[in-house]
């Protein structure tokens, strides 16, 4: 069952100018360690930070809340599962937040997809809320998703 979609289109342009103005205080604000770290050591730093900001946002109206209702950009992070796939961890408000809206008795997966095709970043996030049956059916996937993000699947080989 989806219980969230969001959507978020991002200027790549704009994210370059603000990294050149604000440097580590825009990156400290808003990106957490991890992605600091992917995004620093990118060649093309500027879409790699778009990319993730796009990725907060759209997760940001999946959620149902935008930026505001007790979600901080810090605590919706891009990482990505052993199979490269991006996928979001949340944490504090946001993670709050999916737990409130997780229906009883369902995990949640949080899909993500991002892009880039200068001057534009894109993402896409929706959450899935699964059934514990057809949660049985992703065993061993490695993709188990909690209202507090990606965890190990135990049953993955």
């Given at each position: 069952?989806?219980?969230?979609?969001?959507?978020?289109?991002?200027?790549?342009?704009?994210?370059?100018?603000?990294?050149?103005?604000?440097?580590?205080?825009f990156t400290n604000r808003?990106?957490?360690?991890?992605?600091?770290?992917?995004?620093?050591?990118?060649?093309?730093?500027?879409?790699?930070?778009?990319?993730?900001?796009?990725?907060?946002?759209?997760?940001?109206?999946?959620?149902?809340?935008?930026?505001?209702?007790?979600?901080?950009?810090?605590?919706?992070?891009?990482?990505?599962?052993?199979?490269?796939?991006?996928?979001?961890?949340?944490?504090?408000?946001?993670?709050?937040?999916?737990?409130?809206?997780?229906?009883?008795?369902?995990?949640?997966?949080?899909?993500?997809?991002?892009?880039?095709?200068?001057?534009?970043?894109?993402?896409?996030?929706?959450?899935?809320?699964?059934?514990?049956?057809?949660?049985?059916?992703?065993?061993?996937?490695?993709?188990?998703?909690?209202?507090?993000?990606?965890?190990s699947d135990p049953t993955?080989?």
């Open positions: 069952m989806i219980i969230g979609i969001g959507s978020d289109l991002c200027d790549i342009r704009r994210i370059q100018k603000t990294l050149e103005r604000f440097g580590e205080r808003v990106f957490t360690e991890i992605e600091r770290a992917k995004s620093d050591r990118r060649a093309a730093r500027a879409e790699s930070y778009a990319r993730r900001w796009a990725a907060k946002e759209a997760c940001s109206k999946a959620l149902g809340t935008g930026l505001k209702m007790g979600v901080a950009w810090r605590e919706m992070e891009v990482v990505n599962l052993p199979s490269g796939q991006p996928t979001m961890r949340l944490y504090g408000g946001a993670a709050e937040r999916l737990a409130r809206m997780t229906p009883q008795g369902r995990i949640c997966r949080l899909h993500v997809t991002m892009t880039d095709d200068p001057p534009y970043a894109q993402a896409f996030v929706v959450i899935e809320a699964l059934s514990m049956e057809d949660h049985a059916l992703f065993a061993g996937s490695g993709t188990v998703m909690t209202p507090l993000g990606p965890v993955s080989p």
